[in-house]
T-cell receptor, first 111, second 116 residues
């Protein structure tokens, strides 16, 4: 079935290093959302991208949507221990309006 | 503050003993979702409602049922829980189609189900 692939599954970084997670779909996405889930918590909406080539920033977080609207990335500059958690992308696939979640990237920040 | 509330936060049940999880929302959103999330995995959609229209995912076991008596409330019934049903159950809502943020999901804190 339609899938949203996300890599890497885990990423260990030293505090202050940068981090990037990538999301790919085999089909064009009308939009894509990013969520953060802290350990023991629930997913919290971060942002939605809609336009081809769109770039949005939230402080140290930069979100990009590919020109073909088949891929997206989340980049965190100078990670902090508060960035620890799992980052999920989600997008509607296969003609459905319901988003399919990627498997997530778990970020571990070492102080 | 508008929010999604799930009760209970923790539920322990015995193998085969029916259990009901509840979700309520004050966001007045048309769409409500139930997800199952196991450790280190993505949330897995079980079903969703668009208003009163129920939509079951093809691979959701018959053991899982749901009710939505009104806009604000939604219930997940597990008729005969097995050990493999132990997981976090997340409820989420989103605005209706046609609004720019229709894919933005608001999650409740979840109910962690333990099956003994």
């Amino acid at each position: 079935g339609q899938q949203v692939m996300q890599i890497p599954q885990y990423q260990h970084v030293q505090e202050g290093e940068d981090f990037t997670t990538y999301c790919n779909s085999s089909t064009t996405l009308s939009n894509i959302q990013w969520y953060k889930q802290r350990p023991g918590g629930h997913p919290v909406f971060l942002i939605q991208l809609v336009k081809s080539g769109e770039v949005k920033k939230q402080k140290r977080l930069t979100f990009q949507f590919g020109e073909a609207k088949k891929n997206s990335s989340l980049h965190i500059t100078a990670t902090q221990t508060t960035d620890v958690g799992t980052y999920f992308c989600a997008g509607p696939t296969g003609g459905s309006y319901i988003p399919t979640f990627g498997r997530g990237t778990s970020l571990i920040v070492h102080p | 503050d508008a929010m999604v509330i799930q009760n209970p936060r923790y539920q322990v049940t015995q193998f085969g003993k029916p259990v009901t999880l509840s979700c309520s929302q004050t966001l007045n959103h048309n769409v409500m979702y139930w997800y199952q999330q196991k450790s280190s995995q993505a949330p897995k959609l079980l079903f969703h409602y668009y208003d009163k229209d129920f939509n079951n995912e093809a691979d959701t076991p018959d053991n899982f049922q749901s009710r939505r008596p009104n806009t604000s409330f939604c219930f997940l019934d597990i008729r005969s829980p097995g050990l493999g049903d132990a997981a976090m159950y997340l409820c989420a809502t989103s605005p209706p189609l046609g609004t720019p943020t229709y894919n933005e999901q608001f999650f409740g804190p979840g109910t962690r189900l333990t099956v003994l």
